[in-house]
């Protein structure tokens, strides 16, 4: 089976010891992720790419109990659909990012908790082609 990222600028996937790819504004010191072609707090172009830490720690989390709307890019229907949690994580001292979480009791997660960046299945798409996404998952 073919396997390939859903959003393939936002990582280093498949690369070992993957890692997310955001951008620094030399002018104002901002970190973004996603990578952005210009600073979204002073507007600046002085921007390049970088790559953000593998771990982090849980800052927050919640539930998605039900399908999302569209434009949802799973192929879940509401009898087929797990609920999963999604998270706020704090790559070190650089940036948080939200994103899915590899628990989905939200009773095993924890303020602070520590995790690191994977890849996960999340569809397969109508040619077969195997899509993952990122996910943060407990160290």
């Known amino acids: 089976m073919t396997t390939k990222a859903l959003a393939p600028d936002v990582s280093t996937w498949p690369a070992e010891d993957t890692q997310?790819?955001?951008?620094?504004?030399?002018?104002?010191?901002?970190?973004?992720?996603?990578?952005?072609p210009r600073c979204p707090r002073c507007s600046g172009a002085n921007v390049s790419e970088l790559l953000l830490p593998r771990r982090g720690t849980l800052v927050a989390w919640t539930t998605q109990g039900f399908v999302p709307k569209q434009p949802y890019a799973g192929n879940e229907t509401a009898a087929t659909f797990t609920p999963f949690t999604f998270g706020l994580v704090q790559l070190g001292d650089v940036v948080r990012v939200e994103a899915r979480l590899t628990e989905s009791d939200p009773a095993e997660l924890r303020p602070g908790m520590e995790l690191e960046l994977t890849f996960v299945p999340f569809y397969v798409d109508e040619d077969g082609t195997e899509i993952v996404t990122w996910a943060f998952e407990p160290i």
């Not at 997310?20 to 952005?36: E, K, N, R």
């Open 20 to 36: 997310l790819v955001g951008s620094h504004c030399a002018d104002c010191a901002a970190t973004t992720w996603p990578q952005q």
